[in-house]
């Protein structure tokens, strides 16, 4: 009798666990590591298609400034919940309200198809982590990285990306490409400062005062990687409700950002 | 025996109508019997206390019955037949002179020996002494011949019995036919006697009598029954095929099945032989365009009787053609990334799609030039249609206008277009597609409730109706197949849809966790196309959480969206019933010609022209049929074996409507190989809807006698008396006799 009572009940009980690890990732915290705190929103932990997927990535010997969490956390969360009202408000992609934070020590990445990485001028990947990035963009994955300026962190980042992509060259990417038309046009580019420009005046930060927008390609033709160099359009959706960072910026930041979403969603 | 019993052949009593001859009526004898049983009843009840009450009921029913017999033969009992006046009427004797005729199989002689030696010992003669008779040999059609050639071996490379009895049927028109013998193994190679030729038949009054000759089955040997495959696909497209298998005496062995196109195989399996009848599915590529000649084959077992019925071959026009699918894609989702990833893939498919991303926009790709579906959806019939397949994403049916909608449904009802349904958020339930003419489309019965949407991830299976589906194939190997969908990565997401339809096919399944298995895919023929639905937006975790190098969900696109396209019809749609002409030479062309909104045209110039082997090049015109608009036919005669091409050419006043290609083959000498043991069930059906009979040779040696009873040709009848019939002397005597004994047993005499 205790068996016929107990079977059910452990199959009812395996479903319920099956159940729980079937969904996505789901909206998680990291309270000592948020470089701008703000309120989790309504909605954080809603299942959707698509969210900002942020790359929690090692900064290595390149952490002296930052400090343990390391670089990949700059202008999180807000910069990411800011940038998300604008991608739910202009678009009908299905978004939760709250950005995810890829573990580069798990095959998380996998699931999120599009991710983004700032202050990448600091990474410094480990062996298992540039071999998994390789098969992402080789599967069809997409990278945004962003916040990065001047010739040192220029290298810096090259060390990794060059690991990853050996054999695969980094390419501005012509005005004519798709990323930049799929939604918006956006052959008028401008250079996107840092709230340091609030202060400075300054555009640019160190020797970074040229902007660009590089790539890498896949054999068809499709970006994989795309560099926002010398830019910070992290700090634009960051600073988007600041009355002192100029809308135009914040503008341009939040049609890049969405132009390369929807350009990874179709391309 | 039975003629001395009953006095007459059974034939008479089989064709005959039975009479009461005496003036009186039926009623009054019926009366009689009743009124005598009662007397007889009311009789032994005063003896109740003599007999037990069973006892009495079995004398009570001897002495009835007796009394009714002695009644019946007061009415005049007698049987109203037709017979064939002698020498007035003839008898067309028909022998089989087909190639499968030269078989071994009747008691160590042929069929045709044991049938030449069942005429000679005595059948003509008996004949010959009723009737005039006269000689045919018959293979493709009846020829009237001497003894000398009646008796040649056979040399015929096909049976075609409805012909040839056509051929009788049209001599009878002018002469007094009798009757039909047909000696033959029933053999036939033209799939059947058609209705027509039964109902010439039955108006010329010829009863067909058939002598079967030949085993019913072979003893040892493997056939090649049937192999089905598509008569036209797409360059580097999957081909379901199916070849059919019919067996004696092998049961428990294995048999290896290969399709091969010249000598490369291209699929191939080995399959144990556990029926009689049984079909082997195989799943091959068709390669790059052109003909694809395949064969299919099983490999002959030792000892086969016949290895002649080994292989069957078929045609298969593989297209260069590129087909138009147009994507209709409501929000940004990575299905639309992954799906139009494979498409571009694809050398034979031109996937164009729109996908709102906003919702006032809508970004373009894969569109021939800037203009098209610059205004969104197309708005007419012939803007949709001259795409050969529709996707449906995640869009919500009002974003349709009712015209649209309507257009949708009439892609497939009318267009011939395969539609494919995604799930998703805004898709089918959810997206309100419950309330709307496209629900009646689908492949399923919607949910009425509008949350059937989950993005949870799911495993997937096939269902039993996809083992041996192309279109779920992502391993060559079937078992292998199997096993992958099993290991697939989780789908992101999945969506209830509903029961399948009658009809419809659910290929593979989702196995949501803590819930039921629901369709994945389900697919369905509806009007000219065909349709749909993949319950999810989420197979693309399928390429995210696979190698790179595995192309499975690449392949699994291109394969749905060309089983979308492959039999997608254009303007001008040729086809032939025929595309191997076994031992034939007539080839039945039909073409369908529609305008651009795919309404039938009527007042079209339809021209076919062939080219054939040795430099075969003619023309012909097709005429419209007289019962539906829009449809031309004709028929053509290959001149000679090998492959031909018919290229069909559509136009009216305002120019060219459009054009279409049919490949075809003529073979000869290999139909008599196929079907080649007795088809008893045939002949046995073809003499009883004709008023004749089937005999075995054993049991023809009374046929002579046994015809003569028709009412075809010149005949007379005959009133025979029943009376006087030794059977009723017996049986009366019988009766009572046993009435006696059983008193006598009883001690009541």
Known sequence: ?267 | MFELLFKYPPAVFSRGHYLLLAPLPVWVLLLLVIAGGALLFWNIRRHAHLLSQVRRITIWSLETALIALLLLLLWHPAISVATLRPQQNIVAVLLDSSRSMAIKDEDGQTRFDAASKLLHNGLLDSLGRRFQVRLYRFGADAERVDQTRFFQPPDANVTRIAQSLRDIATESTSLPFGAAILLTDGAENAGGIDFATIQRLRQTRIPVNTIGFGKDKLRRDVEVEDFAVPQRTLAGSRIEARVALHQTGCTGEKARVTVADGDKILASETVDLTHENQAVPLVLNAGPAGALNLVARVDPLPNEDNVQNNALSRLVNVSGRKPRVLYVEGEPRWEYKFIRRAADDDPQIQLVSMLRTTPNKIYRQGVSDPSELEAGFPAKPEELFAYDGLIIGSTEANWFTPAQQDMIKEFAGRRGGGVLFLGGRFALSDGGYGATPIAEMLPVHLPATQTTFQRVYSNTELAPAGLDSALTRIDDDPVKNEQRWKKMPEIANWQAVGDPKPGAAVLAEIIPPGHRKTPLLTTEAYGRGRTAVLATGGMWRWQMRSEHTDKTLASFWQQMTRWLVNDTPGTVSASTPKQVLADEDKVPLRVEVRDKTYQPLAGAVVQAHFIGPDGVNATLQLQPAASETGVYTGEWTAPRAGAYLAEVTASNPSGEIGRDVVTFRRDDGVAENFRSTQNRDLLEKLSAQTGGHYYTPREARHLADEIAYSEAGISEHELLDLWDMPIVLLLALGLRGSEWLLRRRWGIV
């Not at chain 1, 809603?46 to 969210?51: A, G, I, L, Q």
């Not at chain 1, 390419?171 to 709230?195: A, M, S």
């Open chain 1, 1 to 267: 009798m205790r068996v016929r009572i107990a079977l059910p009940a452990i199959v009812v009980l395996c479903f319920s666990i099956s159940a729980v690890f079937a969904f996505q990732a789901q909206f998680k915290q990291y309270p000592g590591e948020e470089d701008n705190p703000t309120t989790v929103p309504p909605g954080a932990f809603e299942r959707t298609e698509w969210t900002f997927a942020r790359l929690r990535y090692p900064s290595g010997r390149y952490t002296e400034y930052a400090g343990e969490r390391g670089t990949w956390p700059t202008d999180f969360p807000k910069a990411d919940r800011q940038f998300l009202q604008g991608v739910r408000r202009l678009t009908r992609i299905h978004t939760r309200s709250t950005e995810q934070v890829i573990d580069m020590n798990t095959d998380e990445v996998y699931n999120w198809p599009w991710v983004y990485a700032v202050e990448v001028g600091h990474w410094d990947l480990t062996d298992a982590q540039v071999k998994m990035m390789r098969e992402y963009f080789l599967r069809g994955g997409f990278l945004m990285v962003d916040d990065f300026h001047g010739t040192y962190e220029w290298e810096v980042f090259v060390a990794s990306m060059s690991r990853i992509f050996p054999d695969r060259p980094i390419v501005e990417i012509e005005d004519k490409d798709p990323i930049f038309h799929v939604l918006y046009d956006l052959e008028n580019r401008v250079q996107v400062p840092g709230l340091q420009y609030v202060y400075s005046g300054k555009v640019y930060e160190k020797d970074g005062v040229v902007p660009h927008w590089r790539g890498i390609y896949d054999d068809r033709g499709r970006l994989m990687v795309t560099m926002c160099f010398n830019q910070d359009d992290g700090d634009a959706w960051e600073h988007a409700d600041n009355p002192q960072y100029p809308e135009k910026y914040t503008s341009q930041a939040y049609r890049l950002g969405i132009n390369y979403i929807i350009y990874a969603m179709t391309h």
